[in-house]
Structures are given as structure tokens and as C-alpha cells.
């Protein structure tokens, strides 16, 4: 068994996989039987039968950690190529289009991106690029949270003075910021959010919304890809990784309150939001707020309140307005979601999560006899023609299944001839241009990646039925 140079007391068991640690001669010995857990890249209890070396599991451990090692040792190209790209699609959108950027560059009048200003979009923002708020949904409506949960989980991704002009501007919302926060295990601030607040007179609401990942963020790709887990007592296992993003501390686990006023590092996303949160709902007794995210913003914006209730924070619950999540992962297991639940339940508070098609996002890390990962919320899923229903699971719910490998590229294959259509058969609104085409093509070859981008997610709170909101539901089972 390795040992780490952190202290888990803070919890009762644990499962660590540490890449740094792997030699390939490790990598290949994975995929045999053996004491996984007394290999030097595996940190776990001694004796504990979290590291049951069934096939299944060593193969899931051996994915998850091959996946890491390459993301480790990729991490500087991918963010340089990632960088120049992303550039690259501003430089185009700057200038007008191919062709006038090579007019302006024949009359050396070439408009430079700036990757600060209120117009540099990420890749994010090219593959959708609408900023409106849909005026048909009024403050009121049903669905009123989740378009807006949506949007700002979507706007999440763009840079402080690109959302900051879009909430002011273009929703006449305060906004609070935009953050960096301090990963104390990858020690460097890979976690972001921001915070607007919604001071219509049908809606008095803060809310926060949690960035997911980057499509070039070797940092927070490997935090998806890692299944390592703690077991906090009372609570269940839960995702490390997704934990360490929002503020787990090393050595001290989740102590109720820490200091944050050395100023050597940014502050850590649970305890600075949860501070912000506090001042504001205490200036108007009427206010609330409500946690959304993508990806892995939604990861986030679940486990948050969950260590609200560990911490004992009733009266901020009881101000929490709802939880929208979209294209989530599974951040837990079977107790978690009892725990979790149980308080939504006792302070009902909505927890919908969204997964739209095929996305194959929320239908990992496994849920299966040989993983403990877990959903739980109300489920509202869409089809490709962004039909909505509530359901138990989304269908197929561990992604690899062989079975569903051709129906998922026929699925993928129409998406593709629907971004050709959809604009003209539901409004220009809805028009989808050249680079998203681009990447639901990567969806035919990969099917499930396009799938969890955020343009099928704002037209599924934008299209789907209002019905779906006027119950929430949050089963145990």
C-alpha cells in the first residue's frame, strides 16, 4: 500500500490513484490479478476491500489512471494548442471571416483578439454563440431557473469581462464576480465560477454558477477522469477529485471554517462562496440563490450543498432555491445520495438534473456491482427532438455498452442533419453555424462527445415542456 504525504483522518476510508507514481511495467500488471492496493501508485486503507481486484475494476482503474498519465504528459501542448486555437477562432470572428481577415491583412488593418476584452469568446462561446436570455420565459415561469441555471453555466466558460457585460448589458442582472479558487492538491487555482444576482421583483436571486471543463484543461480533465474517492463518516464516498475543485483541504479534510486572509494563494471555492452568499442573503431576508453548473459546474454545484448539510448550515439551506445541473457526472454513492437527498427532501429544495441524448458525461464513472457511483435528483431527460421527460436513469446508463454503439452513431448522424434544419424549421435563433457542425461531426465518429455540449442544453430548457417543472421529485431510489 503507498502512502501519501497527506493526512485522511478527516475520513474513514479512502481510494487514491496516483499517475504520478505509475511506471508503464505497473501500467500493464493493472490488468492482472494481484494486491492492487499494495502497488505503489494506489493509496488506500490497509485491508479495506475498496481496492477488490475483480476484473472489472482493474480494468475501470487501469483506464482511469492510462487516462490521467497522458493527460499529465500532454498538459503544457494541449493548453499551448488549445490557446493558439481558441485565438485563432477570435482572430476570424474579429476580422469578419476568413476572407476579410485576409482583406485586412493585404491592407495591414488586421484586428487583433484580446483574450481579456468583452468580445474574446472561448471555444464555448464559438460553439454557441447566442447571449440572450430567451424573452419568451419570463420570471415566473416554470422554467423560468432552469433557462436561466443554463445560461449562466454556459457563460461560466468566458472570460470576467465577457460575462460581466452580458449579465449587466444584456440581462440587467447585477453581477458579483468572476473567480479563480485555489486547488489545494493540484496547488494552483484550476477552479472557476461566477455570481450574479437577479434583483427582479418576481425574482430576488443570487445566483452561482459553477465553469465545468475545457476542452484543452488537462487539470480538469484528469479530475474527471480520476475515480478515486473519500468516505466521509456520516455522509458516504464521494468523489476525490470533485471534492479537492471545490475545497477540500489537504490534512484537514472539511473543517467547518478556515482562514483565507494569508493572501499567498486565492481563496478556495466552498468557504469564499459560501462567505459571499452569507453577507448578501443576510442584507434581505427575501432572497435566496440557486447552484447550477456543466460538466463538471455541476459536479460542483451538487457536492456544494451536500457539505452544507454536513456543516449544519440550516438557515442557508432553507435559502437555497434550487439546483439545475447539466450533462452531470456521478459524484457519489448510494449513502451520499440518502444523505444529500434526505435534506433536499427535509428543506425542499428542487434538485433537477438535465442529460440531454446521448451525452456520455452523466453516465460515467460507472454504476455498476463493481462501482459505487451513484445519481440521484430529478432526472429530466431529452431526446434529439428536445422532448423532455422525468425518468428514474437515463437510458444506458453506463456509456460503454456495445449494444448501444450502433443506435448511438444513427443518433449522432441525425444531430448532424438536424444542425442543417434546425434553423429554419423552429428560428433563426436556433441556427447552428459551420464550427458546431464541425463538432458534431467529431459526434458521428465519437458518439456522445457532441452530445455534451452546451447548445443541446439551452434548447432543451428553451423547447422542452414547462410540465416537467410543476413537480420536483427527489427519490431515494
Known sequence: MATCGCNKEFSSDYLLLRPEKLSFYELIRILFPGDIEKRTFVDCQEGADSADSSFERRWVIFISILAQKLLQFVAKPLAWFGSTFEIGLNLFSANGGFGMLLLNSLTGNIQWPDKTSPTFSSLSGHLDKRVELDKSIQPGD???????????????????????????????MEFLGSFDFWNDYQDKATTQAFILHDKNVESDTIVVAFRGTEAFDAD???TDFDISWYEIPGVGKIHAGFMKALGLQKNL??????????HTHPPVAYYAIREMLRKRLQENDQTKFVLTGHSLGAALAVIFPAVLAMHEEIWMLERLRGIYTFGQPRVGNQKLREFTSEHLRKHDIPYFRFVYGNDLVPRLPYDDKTFMFKHFGTCLYYNSFYEGKIVAEEPNKNYFCPSMAIPKIVNAVW??????????????????????RAFRVLGVILPGVAAHGPQDYVNSTRLGSCALFVQHQIPLK
Open 253 to 262: 479534510g472539511w473543517p467547518k471554517d478556515i482562514k483565507q486572509d494569508d
Open 220 to 222: 480538469a480533465w484528469c
Open 142 to 172: 416554470n422554467k423560468y431557473y432552469a433557462a436561466l441555471s443554463m445560461m449562466s453555466s454556459k457563460m461560466s466558460y468566458e472570460n470576467k469581462a465577457f460575462i460581466e457585460t452580458t449579465v449587466e448589458d444584456q440581462w440587467k
Open 415 to 436: 444531430e448532424l442533419q438536424r444542425s442543417f434544419l434546425i434553423g429554419h424549421s423552429i428560428g433563426k435563433e436556433y441556427k447552428e453555424g459551420w464550427f458546431l
